[in-house]
């Protein structure tokens, strides 16, 4: 697939960013980072940010927290330190996730499994003894 989007090795966008599309980050992002489509971060690349997107493959880092509706994939370079919610998750050997980890069943966002796990069985669970 065709990168739409670079943000290069000496470039650093602070604030909030949307993509359509295609982004691959090799410079540094810090703010927060919304990618509708595929987003890469390169193995020099470095996000300090909320992250939001459809599928994500990270080479570098990241410090935040991680929403992927789709496939999050960390390579063995990569790292991620913040929590993540996501509905796939490959993680190859020497890559590292230093937070919590929701996976949502299919067919359900992350954040609904989140909600139904957290609310209480029935009134009387949720009242003290």
Do not use: F
């Amino acid at each position: 697939m065709a990168v739409e989007t670079l943000i290069g090795a000496s470039t650093h966008v602070e604030g909030s960013l949307r993509v359509q599309g295609s982004l691959r980050v090799d410079g540094r992002v810090t703010g927060q980072l919304s990618v509708d489509g595929r987003c890469e971060v390169g193995a020099d690349g470095y996000v300090e940010a909320t992250v939001s997107a459809t599928e994500l493959i990270v080479a570098g880092r990241i410090a935040g927290d991680v929403e992927v509706t789709g496939r999050l994939h960390i390579l063995s370079t990569g790292s991620i330190v913040g929590d993540v919610r996501t509905r796939v998750l490959v993680v190859e050997e020497g890559g590292t996730l230093d937070g919590r980890c929701l996976m949502a069943k299919e067919g359900g966002s992350a954040r609904q499994e989140k909600e139904k796990n957290a609310a209480p069985k029935d009134a009387a669970a949720s009242q003290p003894a």
